[in-house]
Antibody, heavy 125, light 110 residues
Framework: QVQLQESGPGLVKPSQTLSLTCTVS??????????WSWIRQHPGKGLEWIGY???????YYNPSLKSRVTISVDTSKNQFSLKLSSVTAADTAVYYC?????????????????WGQGTLVTVSS | QSVLTQPPSVSAAPGQKVTISCSGS????????VSWYQQLPGTAPKLLIY???KRPSGIPDRFSGSKSGTSATLGITGLQTGDEADYYC???????????FGTGTKVTVL
């Protein structure tokens, strides 16, 4: 059974960089066939995709966040990470990591089949 | 600014059926797989339907999915109090090169 677990500070000051790590167990990031994603949910709001990374290091980011987002992978630790720079109160949200199954030769993402429990990050001084 | 539109809420009595629509365009639903997620209060989303109409192991057949053109539908039959949750559709948008989610629908069991 694949499990994902987010970790990182729950409080970040405005203008600083939010950093989170997702540790994957029960499956290898290096096995391919999946994108490893970050998704967030503002309080009382819907889901917002932040971006994802393939085990090879290829990344895709939400165009609206692209200038501030970096996602990286450490296959030796079976982890992937999120960095979001220059945060403001608008970045306060629950952040989820998730596994996104890929289909076809063009590697189109199709479904988030495993999710972490989520971690609340508050941006406040 | 979700590109996929869902009704804000639907409701029905226990045992009844509800359907939730998800409306998009040719760049997303029209040419990519749709998945559906259930989010119980205070928990992470859970995959309910993938590849438009397939159910993961452990998901009861009370849940069904379909797609036609640029719209998708989630159906829940035999509604139970435990089905009270928020439901989201999701897909890939080829024009945006981004994963997109629906606006979300709250299901209430009367």
């Amino acid at each position: 059974q694949v499990q994902l677990q987010e970790s990182g500070p729950g409080l970040v000051k405005p203008s600083q960089t939010l950093s989170l790590t997702c540790t994957v167990s029960g499956g290898s990031i290096s096995s391919g066939g999946y994108y490893w994603s970050w998704i967030r949910q503002h309080p009382g709001k819907g889901l917002e995709w932040i971006g994802y990374i393939y085990y090879s290091g290829s990344t895709y980011y939400n165009p609206s966040l692209k200038s501030r987002v970096t996602i990286s992978v450490d296959t030796s630790k079976n982890q992937f990470s999120l960095k979001l720079s220059s945060v403001t109160a608008a970045d306060t949200a629950v952040y989820y990591c998730a596994r996104d199954r890929v289909v076809g030769q063009q590697l189109v993402p199709a479904s988030f089949d495993y999710w972490g429990q989520g971690t609340l990050v508050t941006v406040s001084s | 600014q979700s590109v996929l539109t869902q009704p804000p809420s639907v409701s029905a009595a226990p045992g009844q059926k509800v359907t939730i629509s998800c409306s998009g365009s040719s760049s997303n639903i029209g040419n990519n797989y749709v998945s559906w997620y259930q989010q119980l209060p205070g928990t992470a989303p859970k995959l309910l339907i993938y590849d438009n109409n397939k159910r993961p192991s452990g998901i009861p057949d009370r849940f069904s999915g379909s797609k036609s053109g640029t719209s998708a539908t989630l159906g829940i039959t035999g509604l139970q109090t435990g089905d009270e949750a928020d439901y989201y559709c999701g897909t890939w948008d080829s024009s945006l090169s981004a994963r997109v989610f629906g606006t979300g629908t709250k299901v209430t069991v009367l």
